[in-house]
C-alpha cells in the first residue's frame, strides 16, 4: 500500500517464545500475508480484485474474496455510523452507498464510481498480521507498525511527531494491546524505536485541526475514524459503536486541542 512496515515479535517475561528461527520465520509469514492482502486491496496494482472490480460494468453482482466482503463491510458501517465523513468511493458526489450494494458475500456497482480503500485497508492489513501471529504465538510481544498504522500486544510508549506551521512538535502517549492510527493534512511522524514513516497527505485546507490521531480496538476502525475526526465530525465518531477509545487532535500550530 505504499508504505513502509515494521513488525517486531519477542518472548514476554517467563514465557519464551521459542528459537530465534522461528521468530523469524514467523515474521517472514507476517510479510507474505501482506503481500497477499496487497493484491487484494491494493487500488495501485491494476491486477488486485479491487482494480479488477472497479473495471467492472455497473448493474451485475460480483462474487467478492473473504478478505474484500469483510472490508467493504467494516467501511459500510463506518460509512453509516460517521453519516459519510468516511466513504468507501470517497471521490464519488453521490450520497453515501447509492453507488454499491452488500449482499450475500457479493457486490454490485450501481454506477462507474470506484472504490478507494486507500482509508481503511491499511490498518485493516495491519489487524489481519496481528491475529496471525498472535494466534502462531500466543505468548509473544508482538508490535507491527505501517507507517503511522500501529497495533501492539502490550503496553507501549508512542510519540508522534505532530506537523505544526512553524514546525514539527512532538506528543507522547501511551496504548496497551490497542491500536493507533493517524491522519494528517501535511503529514506527521510516529516512532517507536528506530521505527518512523510519513503517513499520507490530504487535501483539505480548512479543518480546524491540522492532524489527528485515534487509538481503537482495531487498525482497520482506527484508520478510518482518524480521517472522520479530522474531516469529519470527532465526537460523533466517539459516540458511535466502534470501540473508539481516544480521539486527539492537534491545530496548525501543532498543539493538542482540548
Request: aromatic share 6%; with cysteine.
Amino acid at each position: 500500500m505504499g508504505t513502509i512496515v515494521e513488525i517486531a515479535i519477542s518472548a514476554k517475561p517467563g514465557a519464551p517464545l521459542g528459537s530465534r528461527e522461528r521468530a523469524f520465520i514467523l515474521i517472514g509469514e507476517a510479510f507474505q500475508e501482506i503481500a497477499r492482502l496487497e493484491k487484494v486491496f491494493s487500488r495501485f496494482d491494476p491486477e488486485s480484485e479491487l482494480s479488477r472490480l472497479n473495471g467492472r460494468e455497473a448493474g451485475t453482482w460480483i462474487p467478492g474474496s473473504d478478505e474484500l466482503n469483510r472490508i467493504l463491510a467494516l467501511g459500510e458501517t463506518i460509512e453509516r455510523c460517521s453519516h459519510g465523513s468516511f466513504r468507501l468511493m470517497p471521490e464519488c458526489p453521490h450520497g453515501p452507498g447509492q453507488c454499491y450494494e452488500l449482499k450475500d458475500q457479493a457486490i454490485k456497482k450501481l454506477s462507474t464510481c470506484a472504490f478507494d480503500l486507500g482509508g481503511i485497508a491499511k490498518g485493516y492489513i495491519v489487524d489481519q498480521v496481528f491475529e496471525r501471529l498472535r494466534n502462531s504465538a500466543p505468548d509473544a510481544k508482538i508490535l507491527i507498525n505501517a507507517g503511522g498504522d500501529l497495533r501492539c500486544s502490550h503496553e507501549e510508549r508512542i510519540e508522534l511527531r505532530v506537523p505544526g506551521e512553524d514546525g514539527d512538535g512532538r506528543y507522547s502517549l501511551t496504548i496497551q494491546n490497542a491500536a493507533l492510527a493517524t491522519s494528517s493534512l501535511q503529514g506527521s511522524l510516529c516512532s517507536v524505536g528506530t521505527a518512523s514513516a510519513r503517513y499520507p497527505q490530504n487535501t483539505r485546507t480548512d479543518a480546524p485541526a491540522l492532524s489527528a490521531s485515534v487509538v481503537a480496538k482495531s487498525c482497520g476502525i482506527a484508520d478510518a475514524i482518524a480521517k472522520v475526526a479530522l474531516l469529519g465530525d470527532a465526537t460523533r465518531a466517539m459516540a458511535s459503536d466502534l470501540e473508539v477509545g481516544m480521539i486527539y487532535l492537534f491545530d496548525r500550530q501543532g498543539k493538542a486541542l482540548t
